[in-house]
């Protein structure tokens, strides 16, 4: 079925660093979701893109956080800088139309382990 | 705002029989949409089967099934004839139906493990 791919799997970066988390969505999607999850616990919003605009933000997304799409490439997350509180897994996903009614389809997770 | 509430952290049960999922929402939408994911070991998340608030009938999806009871803002999930392989965590979900926001929030996930 439709794929959504994240890479790197895993990052290790230090306290005060920049990361950028790579994902590639669905072809043909157009909505693109950030969800980072603790501890494989509760899996919290922190963005919604669309159209080259965020549609969405919750209070997790810090000033230190971005996201882009450039030229319909890799939709990305950049933290910049990062802080040790940033450890997590975070989930990319995507949607065809963004309607109420449609699945997500969800990446494999980048682990992100600030030092 | 929306909320979605899992009150189960964990569950064993032991493999062909039934279990049921409990999950409750607070929404002030008329229209919405609820959803069961599970994330197995592997962290992979899965989609299982979705319910629309104007529907009166339960979503059935091969062993999965729901238990939608609006007036109590509830939607279980039951997974029949349980199988090793449906250990995971499963999470419950929600997307209003308003233009408003896109966005699905996620309960806190209840861990099944199925045993021999």
């Known amino acids: 079925g439709p794929k959504v791919l994240q890479i790197p799997s895993h990052q290790i970066i230090d306290m005060g660093q920049m990361v950028t988390l790579n994902c590639d969505p669905v072809?043909?999607?157009?909505?693109f979701y950030w969800y980072k999850q603790i501890l494989g616990q509760q899996m919290e919003f922190l963005v919604n893109f669309y159209n080259g605009k965020v549609m969405e933000k919750s209070k997790l997304f810090k000033d230190q956080f971005s996201v882009e799409r450039p030229d319909g490439s890799y939709f990305t997350l950049k933290i910049q800088p990062t802080a040790l509180e940033d450890s997590a897994v975070y989930f990319c996903a995507s949607s065809a139309q963004g309607a109420s009614n449609e699945r997500l389809f969800f990446g494999h997770g980048t682990k992100l382990s600030v030092l | 705002a929306q909320k979605v509430t899992q009150t189960q952290t964990s569950i064993s049960v032991v493999e062909k029989t039934t279990v049921t999922m409990d999950c409750v929402y607070e929404t002030r939408d008329s229209s919405y949409f609820l959803f069961w994911y599970k994330q197995t070991a592997s962290g992979e998340i899965v989609f299982l089967i979705r319910q629309d608030s104007y529907k009166k009938e339960n979503a059935t999806v091969g062993h999965y099934s729901l238990n939608f009871q609006k007036p109590k803002s509830s939607i279980g999930l039951i997974i029949t004839a349980t199988q090793i392989e449906d250990s995971a965590v499963y999470f419950c979900a929600m997307r209003e139906g308003s233009a408003n926001t896109n966005k699905v929030v996620f309960g806190t996930g209840t861990r099944l493990q199925v045993l021999p």
């Open positions: 072809s043909n999607h157009l909505y």
